[in-house]
């Protein structure tokens, strides 16, 4: 850009700093006009100014101006935008519309930059792990499965697809979740088929069924975050809290991570466990916790449009394409009444698992903390949205895909000899020696469930 304005702009015009008075100035003080001055030139053409009439500058430095500057009109400014644009904008009594549009550009910019910088400041800018990732970067990609590969339906550590079957109540009460969200789309469809509401509105209820039922499926079938037997503690958290004990769970006979709970049901250690659910045959933990979070928010959303769809029928659609049948009014009746309840529910626990994230207490270290009246002595942190929805970008999170997480042992609590081995091996490699030193360097990896 630099060359191709030389080349176009032959020579360029000094500035001199003027003050009010029409009198040199070199000072950078306040009320300061920056004006163009003609020089002959030593061709015989005159010399075109970039911007045929006077103008000033605005800078982000609080220069203090004069106040008839102020009144004059219709001057030419040069305001910097980002990346350093310059163009003339034109102010003034007879230009408003370009004004309010140009304060609405600015706040929709600074809107922008504050809620970026609060997503950034979470770790969930968008592939900030590819821009550091390598040999000699900060990270390194750790794409090994160290699970195993049996075709098994279980929740050992041998079973290669995670799955409880240890409680025949909770997958009596899961399948009733398919069935009931079923249930209400036919209804829904029913309504549209009567020309009771328009067809789009029974398309997006269906969409948000079946992303409800995916993040249901997604978090059913998904390793919760269990430990395993050979799990190692984190150097990094034991230096950071040399006063905390490591402990062992007394049933699995293994080391038992911070914030982690033995799930009787599963029989597994939970990793940053919240709570067991029977409604997904469960548990939550660090490895579905994001699944988790979007059925809660597609089951709202799901219940809220089916109530406000009904209600409208009911209230407000007074043509005859609005008479139910006698079979609609029936299934109408029971939808009305299931998703007023579920709504409830759904809501007390998106405000339930909220305060865990916000305060970094799950829901069974709430309840021991408030039966031991210890909640006010809580020492956790909040949990960063990056170690939920990981650092896959802003794109990743509204689907019930596996997060990207910055470093998959701090947020689980452990580590395993087979991953600090590959970590030592490619620190040696991109060192070149044949020293095996822990470079601390993060890992960044999809959990292999």
């Known amino acids: 850009m630099k060359d191709s304005f030389l080349e176009e702009h032959d020579e360029i015009e000094p500035l001199i700093v003027t003050d009010m008075n029409g009198m040199p100035n070199s000072s950078p003080n306040s009320g300061v006009i920056r004006h163009r001055e003609e020089v002959p030139s030593s061709n015989s053409r005159s010399k075109q100014h970039q911007f045929g009439q006077d103008y000033t500058y605005v800078s982000s430095t609080n220069f203090s101006t004069p106040p008839d500057v102020e009144k004059q009109q219709h001057k030419r400014q040069l305001q910097s935008q980002p990346f350093g644009g310059l163009g003339p904008v034109q102010v003034g009594d007879n230009h408003d519309g370009d004004g309010s549009k140009l304060k609405s550009q600015t706040l929709y910019n600074r809107i922008t930059r504050k809620c970026t910088n609060c997503l950034r400041a979470n770790g969930c800018s968008s592939h900030a792990m590819i821009e550091t990732e390598g040999p000699n970067g900060d990270f390194y990609r750790d794409n090994f499965n160290d699970q195993t590969h049996a075709c098994a339906i279980g929740t050992g550590e041998e079973d290669g697809i995670w799955m409880n079957r240890n409680d025949g109540a909770g997958s009596i009460m899961a399948c009733m979740v398919w069935f009931l969200f079923l249930y209400s789309c036919i209804t829904i469809t029913f309504l549209a088929e009567t020309g009771g509401i328009h067809g789009s509105f029974s398309m997006i209820y269906a969409f948000l069924c079946g992303m409800s039922l995916m993040s249901h499926a997604k978090t059913q079938f998904t390793d919760p975050g269990t430990v395993p ?200 490699n991109s060192r070149g020696d044949g020293t095996l030193e822990s470079s601390g360097a993060s890992i960044h990896t999809t959990p292999s469930y």
């Open 229 to 428: 037997a050979s799990a190692q503690p984190v150097e990094a958290f034991r230096r950071m809290n040399p006063s905390t004990p490591l402990t062992m769970c007394s049933q699995c006979q293994s080391f038992k991570p911070p914030f982690s709970h033995h799930c009787r049901i599963c029989n597994r250690c939970i990793s940053r466990m919240d709570h067991h659910c029977p409604w997904m045959n469960t548990c939550v933990g660090a490895g579905n916790l994001k699944h988790f979070i979007l059925f809660l928010t597609y089951t709202w959303l799901c219940n809220a449009l089916a109530l406000s769809l009904l209600g409208w029928n009911y209230f407000f659609c007074v043509s005859e394409e609005c008479t139910f049948t006698i079979l609609l009014v029936q299934l109408a009746r029971i939808t009305t009444m299931l998703s007023t309840m579920s709504l409830l529910f759904t809501s007390s626990m998106i405000m339930n698992v909220t305060y865990g994230v916000m305060t970094g207490i799950g829901t069974i270290d709430r309840l021991k903390k408030k039966a031991m009246d210890t909640m006010m002595m809580s020492e956790e942190e909040p949990i960063l949205l990056k170690d939920i929805f990981g650092i896959g970008g802003f794109h990743t999170w509204p689907f019930p895909i596996d997060p990207i997480f910055e470093d998959f042992d701090r947020v689980m609590g452990f580590s395993t000899p087979q991953r600090l081995l590959r970590e030592q091996m490619k620190d040696k």
